[in-house]
Structures are given as structure tokens and as C-alpha cells.
């Protein structure tokens, strides 16, 4: 059963305005089998589905469905090809009993009475063993079993193929066993299952085969038993595991010893991420990593007090301090750059100086505003020392380039000279050239005596710049390295829930 | 042989003469060259800074350009409306007359009110309508005070700053819906819009309280012995304050960049909800001012009619002010000339002896005209079109060569 294909994607290319985001890619899925699509966040996965459920239209490539070509212009036409998706948030009234849900919006079935539409739903979902009655009403109902509900709708319309995007994330762990249940239940009746998750253990719980994504274009397709979890991390980061465990740099055992800048003790937001503890001291570069999701920029937030901070204990420079919101920690000497540049970043109307100002400014206090003649001497200054090419101090920052503006959040911070300074994904989109010039940076700034926290998806420039990191999986840190320890194998493998 | 020796002379001479003129012509080409050079560069100079400044100031242009428009409206139909003379007034006072002065004094109210709607444009990405109304509940609080007791200087000042008090109690409850509970503005200030007016008629109980007293005159009208109507002079004292507040403070900076992009706010240390709630405050005491010169102008309160649909005024006035009704950067002074713009349209039509009946209308048709000039469709189509012909001039040029 496993052999006959079902959907074949064939060199399926997308742009947006300027950027790349699919280019040949080639998916296949056969009937009766769970496929987990992987990659990074940025990979190019959403992309693929949606292109797939006719919410963008592609650029280049054919999709057909057994062995027929389709055109895919709309959610609609994707449900008539028998393409159904299953959100990661609900997308059902949970105001309604579980059998509306099930067949609202479905012209099909505009004539047939409600009695018989009850006794439809109630077979469907004992065929499926979801634990519903079609009279409940589905807001009653757990996430999981909501879920489920979503799942049988599709099937009752036929579905040959489903998609489930991140099916998994809020639910328990006896909750997702029951939704693999289904989805084998499913598999063994020949739909075709498109499994989008970032819960690596999960892929291997479940899935058949595994295509992987990277930068828009695909990595390969494997089959489960083929694939170790360490490879499969590392094909999704995009390297070899052998060849590459020479980067060290050179050790900085100095770091390790003093009295720690900042310090915390079982430190967690609301943001669902496990309580952690951590400190770091005075010239020290070190970084989290782990993969987009982990709770890496999660845990930096919490420590900035960007989002609710919901419990631990914090002590700066050994005394004990409260920093519930960003104020307090830039009165601390803490310094943030956020990883999202355009909505957490730069004012986009105001003038570069304004830009470079503004956090000195907020230290300052509302009634001292900086005299002209004070701006003009530090944005020059910060303009020069880091190289920002702008037509004038007085130019929008939205007219500068991804880096430059990037440098303009960093003068912003610097001005402010903080002993803390924390770079959540300085480099993200920028240059090679800037790249280099801001790793350099950050070990100048250290060497002065300022102490940093480097977050990069790119582990080279982790292992460049950082004497220490912290490895993070699943909201949790998992290890730490250091030393002679820190290599590209041994942060995969810690990713990949190995051996340290 | 003689004339073949002239000959060879000649030869010479004019060669020497060819290569001294080539000399000569080389060194005013390059002297020529050199100067065309400084005045170029000191020429780019002065564009550069004239553009910088230009850009800085263009906000400014839409307003500035519709009170021209009306101007040389104006000075084609009638000069003689731009006539300003000193006159006696039954006060036997010598004061300011025309129709020149009618703008500037009429506008007041609108004038300051438009100030304060900046601010919470700016702030909040939305407008108050309740603006009218909480005038009115300003008012009412003013003419409460004044008519409970004999009104001297300071019974006025004392009422004056009771309805300050007031106004800014209802700015924050405005402000509050708005900031703390997250509710779209216009949404938020209906409630005030709703029930504003009633609350003002509970205060005082009477359909048309009066105040009369010749230091209510002087605030509404004129003081004795000075020519420029009050309410001008308060215009100019409220903007003065304004723009202390903006110059002294980092208000400016802080409203700009909530208004922008809150999320990088907050993560800078700044409390957008303080500075959301700051800017109804600020229209709260504007509005306050507003009423207080309006009850004073008429000497009585009419709850019904007071600053009557002046929220939409206010709101026009910061947009043809150039101000982004979306929020983020905004200039004061273009939605104060805004205001002016839009009483000078109103006395224009006056003074054309348009039937009061009909007067909205026109105006209605102006303000489509400035809307649609200040677009963004047709400030593109304009860009583009400039673009076109600075290309078009550029391949002249280039073929000419």
C-alpha cells in the first residue's frame, strides 16, 4: 500500500519581494503513510504547505495528486483535491456541539436533516475512537480532542491528503499519544499525512519518512530507521558532522573565575519555558543555542524582563535585585538587542539619531531631554566608531539597510554603556562583511570588560565568539560547554539529546 | 626671395601665436573648469541643506498650501477682505476688526482642541470624538462655580482650575479605556460622546445658564484697552506652554515612538500605557480650556449646541496637517495651521454671503479637494510624475551631447 504515490510535488519554486523562499523543491508522499516535513523556522515548511493548500500561488514547478496534474489557486480548490489541514490552532466554533462543527460549510450536505447528521458524526468518531458524543459542545471539550474533531472533519470530506501543522504544541504528552493513535489509525486506512513539528522525538514516534528543508530548497528525503536524530539535526542545520570539530578558540579561563555580573536562580516567564538557572561574569562571551523554538530568546527576554517574569531570584553584581520589566533592567546596566529587528527594534519613522538616542534618553528621564548639540556628539561619534553609512544623522532609519540599521540598535546599547549587553541574533540577514565586524566587536567589548550574551543561529559564529555555551532543547537548557568541549559535534549531539 | 623670407616669418609668428592662444585657452579652460567646480560643489551644498530643511518642513506644506489657496481665493474675489481696522466697541474699548482677525479669534477653540488631538493621534493611532462633549462637561463645571458665588478675578481662576481638574478626570477615564483596557479609541470615546452632554446639563440643571460680568468679557471677548481679542492670546499661550512641554520634555520622543512601534517602546523602558494616558490628559486640559472660552465668548452655555461637532474639525484640522491619523510623527503646528485653514474656509463662504444652510457643503467640497491632494495615490502620482520629467530632461541633455 505504501508504494502508491499519492501526492507528487515537482520542482516547486516561490519568491516574495527580494527573497528566495522556495526554489525546486521536490516532496512525494505516498498513501497510507506519515511523512514529517522538517527545517528551520525560515526553511521554507509554511511556505510549502501553504503553496500546497492554494494560500500562495507558486512560481514554477507541478503538483499532482495521483498521478493527475492539479491547479491549486485556492484553499478551496486544495479541499476539492482532497487536501485538508488541520492548524496548529483551532480553527472550529467552540461554541457549537461537535457535530456542527463537523459539517458546517459543507454544501454537500445542505439537504440532509440534522437527525441523521448526529448519527453520521457519532459513527464517525466511534470509527476513529476520539472520545466525543456529537450533542457535546466542542468548547467542552479538551485541545486534544478538539483536535481530533478538526481530524475527523477532514476525513469525512474525503481527505486523501492531510496536512497536520504543528498538531503537537499544546498538548500533553498522553494527549499527543492519543492523537499518534489516530493519525496510525488514519495511515492504516490509506490517507496520506503531512506531519509538521518542531519535537524532534516526536518525528521518530510516528513518522514513515522525513524530507527536509533548508533555505528554501530541499535537503533530501530519508526513511525514519535510515536517519539517526544527531544526523537529522544536522541536515537541518545544514552541517557535516565530521571535518568540522576544529573551530576552538582559544580558551579564556579568566572568564570562569570573579564575582558574576548577573546572576539567577530558577528564573521562568510565562512564557512556558522551563526554569533555568545561569550567571555570567565579568568579560565573558557566552551564548544560548539550540534550534528556532528552543526558548534561547525566551530565556534572554526573562532575564531583560521583556516578558512577565513569573519566578526566580536575580542578584546583580552579588546584590540582590527586582527586574520585572525592561526599565529596571537598563537601571541595572543591562543592555537588549532584540532578535526580531523590525518589530522589537528600530522605530521605523524616526531619524537614525533619534534611533541611537532613545535608550540613553529613557535612562536619562523624561524631564532632561539631550540638548542638539549632546546628540549631535554622540550619534557622530557612534556613526563613525561603528560605520554606519547613512546619507545624515537625520535620515529615517527605514531607508537603511538590514546592517546598518542593525549597527543603529547596537550604538543604541552602547551609548548606554552597559556592563551586561545582551545580542539576541545581532547577525540574523545582514552581510558577511558586518557579520565579521560585529563578532569583532563583541569580543572587543568583552575584552574591555563588558560582559555579553551572543545568541546566532549559525553555530560557527557561536564557537567564534563565545567562551561558554548553554544548550537548549525543547524550553529547557540540556548542557553546557566549555572549554575543550566546544565543538559543532558536541552542541549537535547535545541538541540531539546525546551524550554531552 | 624677400617675399618668400615674409613668408617663413609670418609661418612663425603665427604659430607662435596658435601656441601662446592654446595656452591661454587651456588655462581659462581649466581656470573655468576650477571655479564651475567650487560653484557646483557650494552650489550641491546649499540643495543639500535646502532639501534637508525642505523634508523636515514638508509636513508643513499641505496646510500652508490650503491657506494660500483660500488666500489668492480671496484676493481675486475681494481684497478687500484681507482690510483689518481699529474700531471702537459699545465698551467704548478700541479693538481689532475684520475679517483676518474673525479667523484667527473664531478658530480658538478648534485651534487648541486640534493641539491636544495631535498629541493622542499620535500616541494612540486613533482619534477622541468625546472632545466636544467633555468640553461641555468643562464648561458646565466653569459656569457652575461662577454662578454659585459673585465672580472676581479669583473665583474665575479658581472655576478655571476646578474645570481643569474636572476635564482631566474624564481624559483619564478616556484614557484609561484606551491604554489599560487595549479599546480602539474611537470606540473608547463614544461612551463620553454618548452620555457627555447629559452629564453637563446635570451640572448645572438649566437649559441656558448665563455668567455675565465685564471680567467675563474680557476673558471671552476683549480685556479693556487691549485690541487683540483674548481667546487669541490664549491660543498663543496654550501653544507656548505646548511647546515648552515638547522642548523642556521628552514627551515628543516618547509619543513618537509608541506611536510607531510600541513593542520596541517598551522594550527601550518606556511605558506606553503612561504615555497613551499623558496625551488624553493634555487633550483633557485642552478641551477644558476649549470649553472655558466658549462659555465665556457667548456668556452662556447652550449644552445642546457648544462646541458642536468640532471632534470632526479637530480631526480634519490634523490631517490637513499632515499628521498620520495612524499614529507615529507628528507637528503641532500643521494641525494649528489646519484649524485656521478650516475657519478661513468657513468665513470665505460667509463672506461670500452663502446661506448659513449651505455652508457645510461647500466646505465639504474643499476639504475633498485637500484630502484627495494629500493623499498618498496622488502624492506618488505627482513623485512619479516628477520623476518622468527630470528623466525626460536628462535624456535631452544626454542627446544633446
Given at each position: 500500500?505504501?508504494?502508491?504515490?499519492?501526492?507528487?510535488?515537482r520542482?516547486?519554486?516561490?519568491?516574495?519581494?527580494?527573497?528566495?523562499?522556495?526554489?525546486n523543491?521536490?516532496?512525494?508522499?505516498?498513501?497510507g503513510?506519515?511523512h514529517?516535513?522538517?527545517?528551520?523556522?525560515?526553511a521554507?515548511?509554511?511556505?510549502?504547505?501553504?503553496?500546497?493548500?492554494?494560500?500562495?500561488?507558486?512560481?514554477?514547478?507541478?503538483?499532482?495528486?495521483?498521478?493527475?496534474?492539479?491547479?491549486?489557486?485556492?484553499?478551496?480548490?486544495a479541499?476539492?483535491?482532497?487536501?485538508?489541514?488541520?492548524?496548529?490552532?483551532?480553527?472550529?466554533?467552540?461554541?457549537?456541539?461537535?457535530?456542527?462543527?463537523?459539517?458546517?460549510?459543507?454544501?454537500?450536505?445542505?439537504?440532509?436533516?440534522?437527525?441523521?447528521?448526529?448519527?453520521?458524526?457519532?459513527?464517525?468518531?466511534?470509527?476513529?475512537?476520539?472520545?466525543?458524543?456529537?450533542?457535546?459542545?466542542?468548547?467542552?471539550?479538551?485541545?486534544?480532542?478538539?483536535?481530533?474533531?478538526?481530524?475527523?472533519?477532514?476525513?469525512?470530506?474525503?481527505?486523501?491528503?492531510?496536512?497536520?501543522?504543528?498538531?503537537?504544541?499544546?498538548l500533553?504528552?498522553k494527549?499527543?499519544?492519543?492523537?499518534?493513535?489516530?493519525?496510525?489509525?488514519?495511515?492504516?486506512?490509506?490517507?496520506?499525512?503531512?506531519f509538521?513539528?518542531?519535537?524532534l522525538?516526536?518525528?521518530?514516534?510516528v513518522?514513515?519518512?522525513?524530507?527536509?528543508?533548508?533555505?528554501?530548497?530541499?535537503?533530501?528525503?530519508?526513511?525514519?530507521?535510515?536517519?539517526?536524530?544527531?544526523?537529522?539535526?544536522?541536515?537541518?542545520?545544514?552541517?557535516?558532522l565530521?571535518?568540522?570539530?576544529?573551530?576552538?578558540?582559544?580558551?579564556?579561563?579568566?572568564?570562569?573565575?570573579?564575582?558574576?555580573?548577573?546572576?539567577?536562580?530558577?528564573?521562568?516567564?510565562?512564557?512556558?519555558?522551563?526554569?533555568?538557572?545561569?550567571?555570567?561574569?565579568?568579560g565573558?562571551?557566552?551564548?544560548?543555542?539550540?534550534?528556532?523554538?528552543?526558548g534561547?530568546?525566551?530565556?534572554?527576554?526573562?532575564i531583560?524582563?521583556?516578558?512577565?517574569?513569573?519566578?526566580?531570584?536575580?542578584q546583580?553584581?552579588?546584590?540582590?535585585?527586582?527586574?520585572?520589566?525592561?526599565?529596571?533592567?537598563?537601571?541595572?546596566?543591562?543592555?537588549?538587542?532584540?532578535?526580531?529587528?523590525?518589530?522589537?527594534?528600530?522605530?521605523?519613522?524616526?531619524?537614525?539619531?533619534?534611533?541611537?538616542?532613545?535608550?540613553?534618553?529613557?535612562?536619562?528621564?523624561?524631564?532632561?531631554?539631550?540638548?542638539?548639540?549632546?546628540?549631535?556628539?554622540?550619534?557622530?561619534?557612534?556613526?563613525r566608531?561603528?560605520?554606519?553609512k547613512?546619507?545624515s544623522a537625520?535620515t529615517?532609519?527605514?531607508?537603511?539597510?538590514?546592517?546598518?540599521?542593525?549597527?543603529?540598535?547596537?550604538?543604541?546599547?552602547?551609548?548606554?554603556?552597559p556592563?551586561?549587553?545582551?545580542?539576541?541574533?545581532?547577525?540574523?540577514?545582514?552581510d558577511?562583511?558586518?557579520?565579521?565586524?560585529?563578532q569583532?566587536?563583541?569580543?572587543?567589548?568583552?575584552?574591555?570588560?563588558?560582559?555579553?550574551?551572543?545568541?546566532?543561529?549559525?553555530?560557527?559564529?557561536?564557537l567564534?565568539t563565545?567562551?561558554?555555551?548553554?544548550?537548549?532543547?525543547?524550553?529547557?537548557?540540556?548542557?553546557?560547554?566549555?572549554?575543550?568541549?566546544?565543538?559543532?559535534?558536541?552542541?549537535?549531539?547535545?541538541?540531539?539529546?546525546?551524550?554531552? | 626671395?624677400?617675399?618668400?623670407?615674409?613668408?617663413?616669418?609670418?609661418?612663425?609668428?603665427?604659430?607662435?601665436?596658435?601656441?601662446?592662444?592654446?595656452?591661454y585657452?587651456?588655462?581659462?579652460?581649466?581656470?573655468?573648469?576650477?571655479?564651475?567646480?567650487?560653484?557646483?560643489?557650494?552650489?550641491?551644498?546649499?540643495?543639500?541643506?535646502?532639501?534637508?530643511?525642505?523634508?523636515?518642513?514638508a509636513?508643513?506644506?499641505?496646510?500652508?498650501?490650503?491657506?494660500?489657496?483660500?488666500?489668492?481665493?480671496?484676493?481675486?474675489?475681494?481684497p478687500?477682505?484681507?482690510?483689518?481696522?481699529?474700531?471702537?466697541?459699545?465698551?467704548?474699548?478700541?479693538?481689532?476688526?475684520?475679517?483676518?482677525?474673525?479667523?484667527?479669534?473664531?478658530?480658538?477653540?478648534?485651534?487648541?482642541?486640534?493641539?491636544?488631538?495631535?498629541?493622542v493621534?499620535?500616541?494612540?493611532?486613533g482619534?477622541?470624538?468625546?472632545?466636544?462633549?467633555?468640553?461641555t462637561?468643562?464648561?458646565?463645571v466653569?459656569?457652575?462655580?461662577?454662578?454659585?458665588g459673585?465672580?472676581?478675578?479669583?473665583?474665575?481662576?479658581?472655576?478655571?482650575?476646578?474645570?481643569?481638574?474636572?476635564?482631566?478626570?474624564?481624559?483619564a477615564f478616556?484614557?484609561?479605556?484606551?491604554?489599560?483596557?487595549?479599546?480602539?479609541?474611537?470606540?473608547?470615546?463614544?461612551?463620553?460622546?454618548?452620555?457627555?452632554?447629559?452629564?453637563?446639563?446635570?451640572?448645572?440643571?438649566?437649559?441656558?445658564?448665563?455668567?455675565?460680568?465685564?471680567?467675563i468679557?474680557?476673558?471671552?471677548?476683549?480685556?479693556?484697552?487691549?485690541?487683540?481679542?483674548?481667546?487669541?492670546?490664549?491660543?498663543?499661550?496654550?501653544?507656548l506652554?505646548?511647546?515648552?512641554l515638547?522642548?523642556?520634555?521628552?514627551?515628543?520622543?516618547?509619543?513618537?515612538?509608541?506611536?510607531?512601534?510600541?513593542?520596541a517602546?517598551?522594550?527601550?523602558?518606556?511605558?506606553?500605557?503612561?504615555?497613551?494616558?499623558?496625551?488624553?490628559?493634555?487633550?483633557?486640559?485642552?478641551?477644558?480650556?476649549?470649553?472655558?472660552?466658549s462659555?465665556?465668548?457667548?456668556?452662556?452655555?447652550?449644552?445642546?449646541?457648544?462646541?458642536?461637532?468640532i471632534?470632526?474639525?479637530?480631526?480634519?484640522?490634523?490631517?490637513?496637517?499632515?499628521?498620520?491619523?495612524?499614529?507615529?510623527k507628528?507637528?503641532?503646528?500643521?494641525?494649528v495651521?489646519?484649524?485656521?485653514?478650516?475657519?478661513?474656509?468657513?468665513?470665505?463662504?460667509?463672506?461670500?454671503?452663502?446661506?448659513?444652510?449651505?455652508?457645510?457643503?461647500?466646505?465639504?467640497?474643499?476639504?475633498i479637494?485637500?484630502?484627495?491632494?494629500?493623499?498618498?495615490?496622488?502624492?506618488?502620482?505627482?513623485s512619479?510624475?516628477?520623476?518622468?520629467?527630470?528623466?525626460?530632461?536628462?535624456?535631452?541633455?544626454?542627446?544633446?551631447a
Amino acid at each position: 500500500m505504501q508504494d502508491k504515490i499519492l501526492l507528487s510535488m515537482r520542482g516547486i519554486g516561490k519568491n516574495f519581494p527580494g527573497v528566495r523562499a522556495l526554489h525546486n523543491v521536490d516532496f512525494t508522499l505516498r498513501a497510507g503513510e506519515i511523512h514529517a516535513l522538517m527545517g528551520e523556522n525560515g526553511a521554507g515548511k509554511s511556505t510549502l504547505i501553504k503553496v500546497l493548500t492554494g494560500v500562495y500561488g507558486k512560481d514554477a514547478g507541478t503538483i499532482s495528486i495521483e498521478g493527475k496534474e492539479v491547479f491549486i489557486r485556492s484553499p478551496q480548490d486544495a479541499q476539492k483535491a482532497g487536501i485538508s489541514t488541520v492548524y496548529q490552532e483551532i480553527t472550529l466554533c467552540p461554541n457549537l456541539t461537535v457535530a456542527e462543527n463537523m459539517f458546517i460549510g459543507r454544501d454537500k450536505n445542505v439537504l440532509v436533516g440534522w437527525g441523521k447528521r448526529y448519527r453520521r458524526a457519532g459513527e464517525i468518531l466511534r470509527n476513529l475512537n476520539i472520545p466525543a458524543r456529537p450533542r457535546q459542545q466542542l468548547g467542552a471539550c479538551s485541545l486534544a480532542v478538539q483536535q481530533m474533531v478538526a481530524i475527523a472533519r477532514a476525513v469525512d470530506m474525503d481527505c486523501k491528503v492531510l496536512i497536520l501543522d504543528e498538531p503537537t504544541s499544546s498538548l500533553d504528552d498522553k494527549e499527543v499519544e492519543m492523537l499518534f493513535t489516530l493519525m496510525r489509525d488514519l495511515r492504516s486506512q490509506g490517507v496520506g499525512i503531512i506531519f509538521v513539528t518542531h519535537f524532534l522525538e516526536q518525528v521518530y514516534a510516528v513518522s514513515d519518512r522525513i524530507t527536509v528543508l533548508r533555505n528554501g530548497e530541499l535537503v533530501g528525503e530519508y526513511e525514519v530507521e535510515n536517519l539517526p536524530q544527531v544526523e537529522l539535526v544536522a541536515k537541518m542545520m545544514g552541517k557535516e558532522l565530521q571535518g568540522l570539530s576544529d573551530l576552538k578558540q582559544d580558551d579564556n579561563e579568566a572568564a570562569f573565575t570573579g564575582t558574576p555580573v548577573y546572576e539567577v536562580a530558577h528564573l521562568t516567564s510565562t512564557t512556558g519555558i522551563a526554569p533555568f538557572d545561569f550567571s555570567i561574569r565579568k568579560g565573558e562571551v557566552n551564548g544560548f543555542t539550540g534550534l528556532l523554538g528552543s526558548g534561547r530568546s525566551e530565556s534572554v527576554r526573562a532575564i531583560f524582563g521583556a516578558d512577565r517574569v513569573s519566578g526566580g531570584t536575580v542578584q546583580v553584581e552579588g546584590k540582590k535585585a527586582r527586574i520585572s520589566n525592561p526599565k529596571q533592567a537598563m537601571k541595572r546596566g543591562i543592555g537588549y538587542l532584540p532578535e526580531d529587528r523590525k518589530a522589537d527594534g528600530i522605530i521605523a519613522d524616526l531619524s537614525v539619531r533619534e534611533n541611537i538616542i532613545l535608550a540613553l534618553q529613557v535612562m536619562k528621564g523624561f524631564f532632561h531631554p539631550l540638548s542638539q548639540k549632546e546628540q549631535d556628539a554622540f550619534v557622530d561619534e557612534y556613526i563613525r566608531a561603528l560605520d554606519i553609512k547613512t546619507a545624515s544623522a537625520d535620515t529615517p532609519i527605514k531607508s537603511l539597510s538590514g546592517g546598518n540599521q542593525q549597527k543603529v540598535i547596537l550604538a543604541r546599547w552602547l551609548l548606554t554603556h552597559p556592563k551586561y549587553l545582551i545580542l539576541d541574533e545581532p547577525t540574523r540577514g545582514i552581510d558577511v562583511g558586518t557579520k565579521t565586524e560585529i563578532q569583532r566587536l563583541v569580543r572587543r567589548l568583552a575584552k574591555d570588560g563588558m560582559s555579553v550574551t551572543f545568541i546566532s543561529s549559525e553555530i560557527e559564529e557561536m564557537l567564534r565568539t563565545c567562551s561558554r555555551l548553554i544548550v537548549m532543547r525543547d524550553r529547557r537548557i540540556v548542557g553546557e560547554l566549555r572549554g575543550t568541549k566546544l565543538s559543532q559535534d558536541n552542541v549537535m549531539r547535545t541538541i540531539a539529546g546525546g551524550e554531552q | 626671395m624677400k617675399r618668400f623670407a615674409s613668408k617663413i616669418k609670418w609661418s612663425k609668428y603665427t604659430q607662435l601665436l596658435k601656441t601662446k592662444w592654446s595656452k591661454y585657452t587651456q588655462l581659462l579652460k581649466t581656470k573655468w573648469s576650477k571655479y564651475t567646480q567650487l560653484l557646483k560643489t557650494k552650489w550641491s551644498k546649499y540643495a543639500q541643506l535646502l532639501k534637508a530643511k525642505g523634508r523636515k518642513h514638508a509636513q508643513l506644506l499641505v496646510p500652508l498650501l490650503s491657506i494660500l489657496l483660500i488666500a489668492v481665493f480671496n484676493l481675486l474675489r475681494d481684497p478687500s477682505f484681507f482690510s483689518v481696522e481699529i474700531s471702537k466697541n459699545n465698551l467704548d474699548n478700541p479693538v481689532l476688526t475684520g475679517n483676518l482677525i474673525s479667523i484667527l479669534n473664531g478658530a480658538s477653540e478648534l485651534a487648541v482642541i486640534s493641539m491636544g488631538m495631535t498629541l493622542v493621534t499620535a500616541a494612540c493611532g486613533g482619534q477622541d470624538i468625546s472632545v466636544g462633549a467633555l468640553g461641555t462637561i468643562a464648561a458646565s463645571v466653569f459656569v457652575k462655580i461662577l454662578r454659585d458665588g459673585q465672580i472676581t478675578a479669583g473665583t474665575i481662576v479658581l472655576a478655571f482650575l476646578a474645570c481643569c481638574a474636572a476635564a482631566m478626570v474624564f481624559g483619564a477615564f478616556n484614557g484609561t479605556l484606551v491604554s489599560v483596557f487595549k479599546i480602539q479609541p474611537m470606540i473608547a470615546t463614544l461612551v463620553l460622546f454618548t452620555c457627555g452632554r447629559s452629564v453637563a446639563y446635570w451640572i448645572n440643571g438649566g437649559a441656558t445658564p448665563t455668567i455675565e460680568s465685564p471680567l467675563i468679557n474680557a476673558v471671552g471677548s476683549f480685556i479693556p484697552g487691549c485690541p487683540v481679542p483674548t481667546p487669541i492670546l490664549i491660543v498663543i499661550a496654550v501653544g507656548l506652554l505646548l511647546g515648552a512641554l515638547l522642548r523642556f520634555t521628552t514627551l515628543g520622543l516618547y509619543t513618537q515612538t509608541v506611536g510607531i512601534n510600541q513593542r520596541a517602546a517598551r522594550l527601550n523602558g518606556i511605558n506606553p500605557t503612561l504615555i497613551k494616558l499623558a496625551s488624553f490628559l493634555v487633550l483633557g486640559l485642552c478641551c477644558a480650556v476649549a470649553g472655558c472660552i466658549s462659555a465665556s465668548r457667548l456668556g452662556l452655555i447652550n449644552h445642546e449646541t457648544m462646541l458642536q461637532e468640532i471632534e470632526m474639525d479637530a480631526i480634519l484640522a490634523v490631517a490637513i496637517g499632515g499628521n498620520a491619523l495612524g499614529g507615529g510623527k507628528f507637528r503641532i503646528t500643521g494641525s494649528v495651521l489646519g484649524a485656521y485653514a478650516i475657519q478661513a474656509l468657513t468665513i470665505t463662504l460667509y463672506a461670500m454671503k452663502v446661506p448659513s444652510t449651505d455652508v457645510k457643503a461647500y466646505k465639504a467640497i474643499v476639504i475633498i479637494i485637500i484630502v484627495v491632494i494629500s493623499s498618498p495615490v496622488v502624492k506618488q502620482a505627482i513623485s512619479r510624475l516628477w520623476a518622468k520629467v527630470k528623466e525626460n530632461s536628462q535624456k535631452k541633455k544626454e542627446v544633446a551631447a
